[in-house]
């Protein structure tokens, strides 16, 4: 990636995304609502298991851009809500 130019790629790792979506998926809306329950107990190394909203992982993409270091990132949905808070609107 280097060679072609391109000074840095992320990759985004979110879990269970969670928000508004125009189509009803069944399979979808069950995991969402045993989720809603299951996130509180979801602790220690279980966190990343945790369902994202899909507003915060734009938020962390968006935190991504600003950020200024070179290389090739893997970013996990824990750190996804970390780097949310950190976006700086310009």
Do not use: C, W
């Not at 909203?53 to 824990?78: C, N």
């Amino acid at each position: 990636m280097a060679r072609a130019g391109v000074p840095a790629v992320h990759f985004f790792r979110p879990s269970l995304l969670t928000g508004s979506r125009s189509e009803f998926r069944l399979g979808e809306k069950a995991a969402i609502g045993v989720m809603r329950v299951l996130n509180h107990a979801l602790l220690g190394p279980l966190r990343r298991y945790r369902s994202i909203p899909a507003g915060t992982v734009a938020r962390a993409m968006l935190a991504a851009a600003q950020d200024d270091r070179t290389g090739v990132f893997v970013h996990s949905s824990e750190e996804l809500f970390t780097m949310a808070e950190s976006f700086v609107r310009p």
